[in-house]
């Protein structure tokens, strides 16, 4: 197949405002250390008993990609270039580091954003191509690079260790070999699946005709995890704004439900089984950092800068926290606590008590979203005088 047509059909669709929502950006964000009036070097610090335990400076970075942490290896993708570079979990040295080559629509671009994935020995690399890299070594075990699409950034991995990844296509891929086991079409552009119980759950959003590209409505859907067969498809509209529908963040998932939130400002709990809505509340905002179950309360955060929480059972909204900038890197949780970082790094209970929130330096906000291992928090940043990536300490 020719690059004329990798060019045309290759391009991603645009979420409804721009770059920054495709990236997932939060607009407060990138101002920069000039308009914060100057960065300062981080310390060892013990903020709401969290500590730095160590700091690995690198000039460029990392923004928007969740990093991959196990016992041994915490690894991060650069901000600023293609650059991934593993360190020791422990001690925060080096270990390895690669450099990948972005297809030629997107060099000088950087990753897109995403997250990190491990599987066994190897660790899956959204790159807008997929890589998937030996772990221990850095060197690239596989590259999935489709013709005619970008596997670029919803990568999760699959009750079964196989990795789900989304472009304009959901791909179930075999992470030992890069070999795709399945890729179903839905119509739309599929974002952030999670499997459970042999079934794939996957928000969309499909291109608001005319509109060159812009995404707006799209569905929840539940698909056949051997298969990719669709089981059932829900649809997530767009009431009041074109551009603000569908599904883009990973849902949640209990025994019963799948709970979505949606840049449409809504979230909603749909049956697992059938999909059917069993409640959809307004919340404050458009919504792309997807939803976390903690106790009995779903959670969510969008544009607005509010964390908030929704009962379980009713979809009544219990409480909302106020930060100071949009949220949009991908939540996560301790096990006591959700995890939410926008700058500052903050934990919330199921009550909607600020637990703790910590910040590396003064003028130094976190820019992804936080990994959870064990007692530990790996998380890093791209502002000056603070760029780099960091290992914390959970309190005590």
């Known amino acids: 197949m020719s690059m004329i047509h990798r060019a045309v059909h290759r391009v991603p669709l645009w979420l409804g405002s721009g770059f920054q929502r495709f990236c997932g950006i939060a607009l407060p964000l990138l101002a920069g250390c000039a308009a914060l009036g100057g960065c300062q070097e981080p310390t060892v610090s013990s903020a709401g008993g969290v500590e730095i335990l160590w700091k690995y400076p690198d000039r460029a970075g990392a923004i928007n990609v969740v990093p991959y942490a196990d016992e041994e290896v915490a690894i991060f993708a650069t901000g600023g270039d293609t650059r991934v570079v593993a360190l020791d979990a422990q001690s925060g040295k080096k270990r390895w580091e690669a450099r990948l080559a972005l297809p030629t629509e997107y060099r000088g671009r950087g990753f897109p954003p995403g997250r990190l994935v491990g599987s066994g020995d190897v660790v899956a690399i959204p790159a807008w191509d997929l890589y998937g890299l030996d772990k221990r070594t850095g060197q690239v075990r596989w590259k999935l690079a489709p013709p005619d699409d970008f596997p670029r950034a919803g990568v999760m991995l699959g009750e079964d260790g196989d990795l789900y990844a989304t472009g304009f ?187 703790w929130q910590h910040q590396s330096g003064k003028f130094v906000p976190y820019s992804t979203g936080a990994r959870v291992h064990g007692d530990r928090i790996y998380l890093g940043t791209n502002y000056g005088g603070g760029e780099g990536f960091y290992a914390l300490r959970l309190p005590r």
Do not use: C, M
């Open 169 to 355: 296509h959901l791909y179930r891929v075999d992470a030992a070999t890069g070999q795709v086991r399945w890729r179903a079409d839905l119509g739309e552009q599929p974002f952030a699946p999670v499997e459970k119980d042999g079934v794939v759950y996957v928000g969309t959003r499909g291109e608001i005709p005319g509109s060159r590209g812009i995404l707006g409505a799209g569905h929840a859907v539940a698909l056949n995890a051997q298969t990719g067969a669709v089981l059932w498809k829900t649809p997530i509209p767009a009431p009041e704004e074109p551009a603000n529908g569908g599904v883009i963040g990973a849902g949640a998932l209990t025994p019963e439900l799948y709970v979505v939130s949606s840049p449409n400002g809504r979230i909603y709990a749909l049956d697992r089984r059938t999909g059917q809505v069993r409640w959809e509340t307004k919340g404050s905002a458009y919504y792309g950092a997807g939803v976390v179950v903690i106790g009995d309360v779903a959670v969510t955060a969008g544009d607005a800068g509010f964390i908030e929480g929704f009962d379980l059972a009713t979809g009544k909204q219990r409480w909302n926290v106020k930060t100071d900038g949009s949220i949009s890197n991908p939540l996560t949780t301790t096990g006591n606590a959700v995890l939410v970082a926008n700058g500052i790094l903050r934990a919330v209970t199921a009550e909607g008590k600020l637990l």
